[in-house]
């Protein structure tokens, strides 16, 4: 048996054009969704990233502005940014590229966007309300893996679901976001004693731990769908993800490709999560 490669272009593609209609629907109404990017540094990852960011929402007709600061910015010099962005009316999201210089904390820099304004679900008053199952703006990536289960109709609930990984970016809002689809879920990570044995048990097996082919075969039970967050680089420089596809390959029953499915899928939640924000703006009083 050989897994169904997710075609994540073609789910990506079909999602944009939904939000270009909902874009479009807002502007015959007179409102366009804005999105603030800023970018400390020159880290040349998150310099790709974020001209991604910005091609998309041209895209799709969400106004974008990209904000590039030199790696020596100040911390206050960043907050009073935010700041503008936060009473700027023509920007509904904003987003803070990480990782920032390290002299710049980012605990202070989230709590400083408007949450109203975060679009990454990072704000810990947006995290609280994931957390106890509040609507609200969701968290990119795993949302993203949601909408790709959801489109491939896959039955969550009841479901075992391994998520490895236990980041405040992936793993934990994943696990939150599956606990909510009435999957029963298990948690995983790099420390995690006999994982192959636990792992072995998944129905859904979210990798998202950050070291490059980590999850072989032995790891897989036969026709698990298998959703490979990671992106690393392999030992001659090429990307890949957790997940040693082509030793899973034989094994599960569905697989992400890495790259070109969960980056691009967490990319247009982004957009999502912009006209959302846009559609609640003046539902509510002036930003925080």
Same mark, same amino acid.
């Given at each position: 048996?050989?897994a169904?490669?997710i075609? /994540?272009k073609a789910?990506?593609?079909?999602?944009?054009?939904?939000?270009k209609?909902?874009?479009?629907e807002?502007?015959?109404?007179?409102?366009?969704?804005?999105l603030a $990017? $800023?970018l400390v540094g020159?880290?040349?990852?998150?310099? $790709?990233?974020?001209?991604?960011?910005?091609?998309?929402?041209?895209?799709v007709?969400?106004?974008?502005?990209?904000?590039?600061?030199?790696?020596?910015t100040?911390?206050?010099?960043?907050?009073?940014?935010?700041?503008?962005?936060n009473n700027?009316?023509?920007?509904?999201g904003?987003?803070? &590229?990480?990782?920032?210089?390290?002299?710049i904390?980012e605990?202070?820099?989230?709590? %400083?966007? %408007?949450i109203h304004k975060?679009?990454?679900?990072?704000h810990?008053?947006n995290?609280?309300?994931?957390m106890?199952?509040?609507?609200g $703006?969701? *968290?990119?990536?795993?949302?993203g893996v949601?909408?790709?289960?959801h489109r491939? &109709?896959?039955p969550l609930?009841?479901?075992?679901?391994? =998520?490895?990984?236990?980041?405040?970016?992936?793993g934990?809002? !994943?696990?939150?976001?599956?606990l909510?689809e009435?999957a029963?879920?298990?948690?995983?990570?790099?420390?995690?004693e006999?994982?192959?044995e636990?792992?072995?048990?998944?129905?859904?097996l979210?990798?998202? =731990?950050g070291?490059?082919?980590m999850?072989?075969?032995?790891?897989?039970?036969?026709?698990a769908?298998?959703?490979d967050? /990671? !992106?690393?680089r392999?030992?001659n420089g090429?990307?890949c993800?957790d997940?040693d596809?082509?030793?899973?390959l034989?094994?599960?029953?569905y697989?992400? *490709?890495?790259?070109?499915?969960v980056? *691009? !899928?967490?990319?247009? !939640?982004?957009?999502?999560?912009?006209v959302?924000?846009?559609e609640?703006?003046?539902?509510?009083v002036? *930003?925080?």
């Amino acid at each position: 048996m050989t897994a169904n490669v997710i075609n /994540g272009k073609a789910l990506v593609a079909s999602i944009r054009e939904e939000i270009k209609r909902d874009v479009q629907e807002m502007a015959n109404a007179g409102k366009q969704p804005g999105l603030a $990017v $800023v970018l400390v540094g020159d880290d040349s990852a998150s310099a $790709v990233y974020v001209r991604n960011k910005a091609k998309a929402c041209e895209e799709v007709g969400i106004y974008s502005e990209v904000h590039r600061l030199p790696a020596e910015t100040t911390e206050t010099e960043l907050l009073t940014l935010i700041g503008q962005l936060n009473n700027d009316e023509r920007i509904h999201g904003i987003l803070v &590229q990480l990782p920032l210089p390290k002299h710049i904390q980012e605990d202070i820099v989230i709590d %400083s966007i %408007s949450i109203h304004k975060d679009v990454d679900c990072f704000h810990p008053a947006n995290v609280g309300n994931l957390m106890i199952g509040k609507p609200g $703006v969701l *968290p990119c990536t795993p949302s993203g893996v949601i909408e790709i289960l959801h489109r491939l &109709q896959v039955p969550l609930a009841g479901k075992h679901a391994v =998520v490895v990984g236990r980041s405040n970016i992936v793993g934990k809002p !994943m696990a939150l976001l599956l606990l909510q689809e009435h999957a029963t879920v298990t948690i995983c990570h790099s420390r995690t004693e006999r994982l192959a044995e636990i792992t072995r048990q998944a129905d859904i097996l979210v990798a998202a =731990v950050g070291r490059a082919k980590m999850i072989k075969k032995e790891h897989v039970k036969e026709g698990a769908v298998v959703i490979d967050v /990671g !992106m690393n680089r392999d030992e001659n420089g090429k990307l890949c993800g957790d997940v040693d596809f082509d030793d899973v390959l034989e094994t599960a029953g569905y697989i992400t *490709p890495v790259p070109g499915c969960v980056g *691009p !899928m967490t990319i247009t !939640m982004l957009l999502k999560n912009t006209v959302a924000a846009a559609e609640r703006a003046g539902s509510h009083v002036s *930003p925080e």
